[in-house]
């Protein structure tokens, strides 16, 4: 069916373009009877507004762009949820995007977004990003801009984070606490600053407690999965026999360290005790069930949100925009895994 519009419903009722308009969004200076002949015959018709008219007149899309490294990840899609749950409430859609962890594809999505005319953009970098040139381009064209949990330091935007070394810091200190003296670190790759953070927690907690630092209990993973988990579980093993604690980038690997220990009757945490990162469903239903560090997602969606929302306003009126740094507050969960 072709598209109804406004001319058409003015000519048929023998009114202006202009009234039209304005019986259409309520204007008090259209009597009630040509208003409601409007409403009805744009009813009949199954008009509906030309929402590309409509942001080029307002130089709003009311959407936003949202580039996460992975959508089955239980961190992510809770911050997804939070986001969503913000947007709906003021009014935007969300365009989610997953860059699957690579920068090229990170490149093209951000250049799409940006042809869309999205009104702001969110983003989680992808490990890959080792550079932000492509990232200046958002700034540059001033597109209110947040990033979140992996991000750069050296990119003006509003960030929602958590402080990734006091959190790894006080994960390795609970190993501690509970006897550990040789403790491996699973680490992420070497490009996120996320990754980055939580080994110099590792380092620092071990330095303060006078435990040295041994290169060669670091794991560095390539993938962040449940089966580089498993794997370098058995490299922990037959490296070093005497490691009693293990100190893991995420829960997701950290299962996978628990899958491969429970497979081989490595008692858990008698033998070795295990702390992950991020509190993920699984870490709870998993036997013996993980030790984690409690990241807030949820309310990470939330806050970058109403950051982005709070740019988007300011330029929408024309004022000045000062990027602000938000980090939320973190928890160790004592389980079963580092009794």
């Known amino acids: 069916m072709k598209e109804i519009t406004l001319k058409q419903i003015a000519e048929t009722l023998g009114i202006s373009v202009t009234t039209v308009s304005k019986a259409l969004k309520g204007y008090s200076d259209v009597n009630e009877k040509t208003r409601q002949s409007v409403l009805d015959l744009a009813a009949s018709l199954n008009y509906t507004p030309n929402s590309f008219a409509v942001n080029l007149r307002?130089?709003?899309?009311?959407?936003?762009?949202?580039?996460?490294?992975?959508?089955?990840?239980?961190?992510?899609?809770?911050?997804?949820?939070?986001?969503?749950?913000?947007?709906?409430?003021?009014?935007?859609?969300?365009?989610?995007?997953?860059?699957?962890?690579?920068?090229?594809?990170?490149?093209?999505?951000?250049?799409?977004?940006?042809?869309?005319?999205?009104?702001?953009?969110?983003?989680?970098?992808?490990?890959?990003?080792?550079?932000?040139?492509?990232?200046?381009?958002?700034?540059?064209?001033?597109?209110?801009?947040?990033?979140?949990?992996?991000?750069?330091?050296?990119?003006?935007?509003?960030?929602v984070i958590i402080n990734d070394q006091k959190a790894a810091y006080q994960a390795v200190k609970h190993l501690i606490d509970k006897g550990c003296?040789?403790?491996?670190?699973?680490?992420?790759?070497?490009?996120?600053?996320?990754?980055?953070?939580?080994?110099?927690?590792?380092?620092?907690?071990?330095?303060?407690?006078?435990?040295?630092?041994?290169?060669?209990?670091?794991?560095?993973?390539?993938?962040?999965?449940?089966?580089?988990?498993?794997?370098?579980?058995?490299?922990?093993?037959?490296?070093?026999?005497?490691?009693?604690?293990?100190?893991?980038?995420?829960?997701?690997?950290?299962?996978?360290?628990?899958?491969?220990?429970?497979?081989?009757?490595?008692?858990?945490?008698?033998?070795?005790?295990?702390?992950g990162f991020s509190n993920w469903f699984m870490s709870q239903v998993i036997t013996p069930k993980l030790s984690t560090v409690d990241q807030p997602s949820f309310e990470m969606g939330e806050q970058a949100f109403k950051l982005l929302l709070e740019e988007m306003q300011a330029r929408k009126d024309f004022l000045p925009f000062t990027p602000r740094t938000i980090e939320l507050e973190t928890s160790v969960i004592e389980r079963e895994s580092s009794f």
């Open 58 to 159: 307002t130089k709003e899309s009311k959407t936003i762009g949202l580039i996460i490294p992975e959508l089955v990840h239980h961190f992510f899609s809770n911050v997804i949820k939070g986001i969503i749950e913000e947007a709906e409430k003021n009014g935007y859609l969300v365009i989610i995007l997953q860059s699957n962890e690579s920068l090229e594809l990170e490149k093209k999505q951000i250049e799409l977004l940006i042809n869309k005319r999205v009104d702001g953009i969110i983003i989680s970098l992808s490990n890959d990003a080792n550079n932000e040139i492509y990232l200046q381009q958002i700034i540059q064209r001033e597109i209110p801009f947040v990033q979140f949990d992996k991000i750069s330091k050296l990119l003006p935007s509003s960030k």
């Open 181 to 275: 003296k040789k403790i491996a670190h699973i680490r992420g790759p070497i490009n996120p600053q996320n990754a980055i953070d939580r080994f110099l927690g590792y380092k620092k907690a071990l330095e303060d407690h006078n435990i040295p630092y041994d290169s060669s209990l670091v794991y560095p993973c390539k993938n962040v999965t449940f089966e580089e988990g498993k794997q370098f579980a058995e490299k922990i093993l037959n490296d070093h026999k005497d490691v009693d604690g293990i100190f893991v980038i995420t829960d997701l690997v950290a299962v996978g360290v628990l899958a491969h220990f429970n497979e081989h009757q490595i008692k858990v945490p008698e033998q070795i005790k295990i702390i």
